[in-house]
Nanobody, 121 residues
Framework: QVQLVESGGGLVQPGGSLRLACAAS????????MAWYRQAPGKQREFIAT???????NYADSVKGRFTISRDNAKNTVYLQMNRLEPEDTATYYC???????????????WGQGTQVTVSS
């Protein structure tokens, strides 16, 4: 089985920064895309950023220029550096990864359990 575990959330003041991490473990042959989503109370889960195993990135307009996604393939870990945080960024942040467990298996999507980010003074 595959597990994704996020870390790095917390309480931060507006204008501050946080760095989230999501580590994948378990039976992993290849990790394809890795991504971050977030869900605020009463709202749908929304896409934030994604990165391919080649390093290509894509961002939601709401975070462009403030957030940076990166990955360490040797550690099976994806990061989200969040700068100039705003109260509207308050949400539970989830990582999602497309992973093949064996050389012949069809890749599947896996989600982490989420980490809370609260931006407040």
């Amino acid at each position: 089985q595959v597990q994704l575990v996020e870390s790095g959330g917390g309480l931060v003041q507006p204008g501050g920064s946080l760095r989230l991490a999501c580590a994948a473990s378990g039976r992993i042959f290849r990790i394809n895309s890795m991504a971050w989503y977030r869900q605020a109370p009463g709202k749908q889960r929304e896409f934030i950023a994604t990165i391919t195993n080649g390093g290509s990135t894509n961002y939601a307009d709401s975070v462009k220029g403030r957030f940076t996604i990166s990955r360490d393939n040797a550690k099976n870990t994806v990061y989200l550096q969040m700068n100039r945080l705003e109260p509207e960024d308050t949400a539970t942040y989830y990582c999602k990864s497309n992973i093949a467990q064996t050389s012949i298996s069809v890749p599947d999507y896996y989600w982490g359990q989420g980490t809370q980010v609260t931006v407040s003074s």
